[in-house]
C-alpha cells in the first residue's frame, strides 16, 4: 500500500549496513557461520516508515558492491526513496556482527566502512529543506567526515524549520571516553526537537542513573519533548514548558526479540506527531508507539520485525 501523499517525507541520515548474526549459543569465536541481515538504525526508521505508510527517504552511503546493492534493492523494495543513497568505490559497505552473551545480552562489533564517508554534498542532496521531519542516530557523530555531515544536516533542518528527531542509539565500543561521546552528540542534544534515549543511553551520556535524572540532563539542551525508555519497565515523556513528567507503563507482550523494538517506536512515534502536524504528543500517540515497539519484540530479528500499518492497527484493537 502507497504511503499516504499529504506529508511531506521523513529524511532518515546515517548508517546503513549489513549485519552478520552468529547462531544462539554461539559468539565470534566459535560461530561458523552467520545469518545476512540488513541493518544500521536509520535506515530501519525508514523501512518502519514506509510500513506505517509515511513518506521515507534515506540518505546514507553504501560501498559499490553485491551488499550495497542488496541494501537498496531492499530499501526501493519497502517504498523508501533512495534518491540520496550513495554508492562508493573507496570502500565496501559496512558491517557489523551480532551475538549475544551468556545472559542473553546483544553484543555488536561494528567495522563502519562506507557509511562513515557520508559528506556535506550528500546531506545537501538528501532534501532536507523539503522535508516533514529529519531522523538522525548517533552513530554517524563517531568517525569523520560523517560527523561533520550530521552537523550540516542539523544547520540545513535549522535554517528551514524542519522538526529533528534525535534517536540516540550508544554503541560503547565507538566512543573512547564518556567526554568524548557527550562532545559529538552536545551540537545534535542542542538542536533535537524530539529526542528520544533509553536510560543506558543516558548513562552513557551525562552518569543519569534514572529516568528522573536522565530527563533531568536532557531538559539542559531544551529539546521540545524528550522521551526516555527503559525496556521492560516502561518510559518517561516529558515536554519543554510543562512541569509534569508523563509516566507509561509497558505493553505487556511475549517478547522473543528486542531488537528491532526501538525503531519501531521511533517510527510510529515519528508518523503519529508528523500527521498531527507536530503538536504535543496524546497518551493515545505515545500508545500507539508503544505498541509498535510491543509488536516488533514478538517477531526475530529488526527488520523482519518492524510492524506495518494494518498489522499495528489489528494489533490495538485485539489489546487496545
Known amino acids: 500500500m502507497a504511503a499516504s501523499p499529504s506529508l511531506a517525507p521523513v529524511v532518515c541520515i546515517g548508517e546503513i549496513l549489513i549485519d552478520l548474526i552468529a547462531p544462539p549459543g554461539e559468539s565470534l569465536a566459535t560461530a561458523q557461520t552467520f545469518a545476512i541481515r540488513e541493518g544500521g538504525a536509520p535506515m530501519n526508521a525508514a523501512v518502519a516508515l514506509a510500513r506505517l505508510r509515511m513518506a521515507a527517504s534515506f540518505c546514507g552511503v553504501v560501498g559499490d558492491d553485491p551488499f550495497g546493492q542488496r541494501l537498496r534493492a531492499l530499501l526501493e523494495h519497502e517504498g523508501v ?5 550513495r554508492a ?23 567495522m563502519r566502512l562506507a557509511d562513515k564517508l557520508l559528506s556535506g554534498d550528500d546531506v545537501g542532496n538528501a532534501g532536507i529543506a523539503g522535508a516533514g521531519a529529519m531522523l538522525v542516530g548517533s552513530v554517524a557523530l563517531a568517525a569523520s567526515p560523517s560527523r561533520e555531515a550530521i552537523y550540516d544536516a542539523i544547520e540545513l533542518a535549522r535554517e528551514h524549520d524542519i522538526p529533528v528527531m534525535f534517536d540516540v542509539n550508544v554503541r560503547p565500543p565507538l ?3 564518556q567526554s568524548q561521546l557527550y562532545a559529538a552528540c552536545e551540537p545534535v ?5 524530539l529526542l528520544k534515549l533509553s536510560l543506558d543511553d543516558a548513562r552513557c551520556l551525562w552518569g543519569a542513573e534514572t529516568l528522573a535524572e536522565a530527563i533531568s540532563h536532557a531538559g539542559g539542551h531544551d ?13 518517561v515523556v516529558k515536554q519543554r ?4 513528567i508523563r509516566e507509561f507503563p509497558v505493553v505487556a507482550v511475549e517478547a522473543v526479540d528486542p531488537t528491532g523494538a526501538g525503531d519501531a517506536f521511533t517510527a510510529a512515534l515519528v508518523t503519529r506527531m508528523a500527521r498531527s502536524g507536530w503538536v504535543l504528543p496524546s497518551d493515545e500517540d505515545i500508545r500507539f508507539a508503544m505498541a509498535a515497539g510491543a509488536l516488533a519484540t514478538t517477531r526475530q530479528g ?6 506495518r500499518l494494518i498489522e499495528l492497527e489489528r494489533f490495538l484493537a485485539d489489546y487496545g
Open 81 to 85: 526513496d533512495c534518491s540520496a543513497l
Open 88 to 110: 562508493t568505490s573507496e570502500a565496501p559497505t559496512s558491517l557489523a556482527y551480532a551475538w549475544r552473551n551468556e545472559r542473553g545480552d546483544g553484543q555488536f562489533q561494528l
Open 175 to 177: 566512543w573512547g571516553s
Open 189 to 193: 542534544l542542542q538542536h533535537a526537537t
Open 223 to 235: 529539546p521540545w519533548l524528550t522521551v526516555v525508555t527503559d525496556g521492560s519497565r516502561g518510559l
Open 241 to 244: 514548558g510543562l512541569e509534569a
Open 302 to 307: 529488526a527488520l523482519t520485525a518492524l510492524p
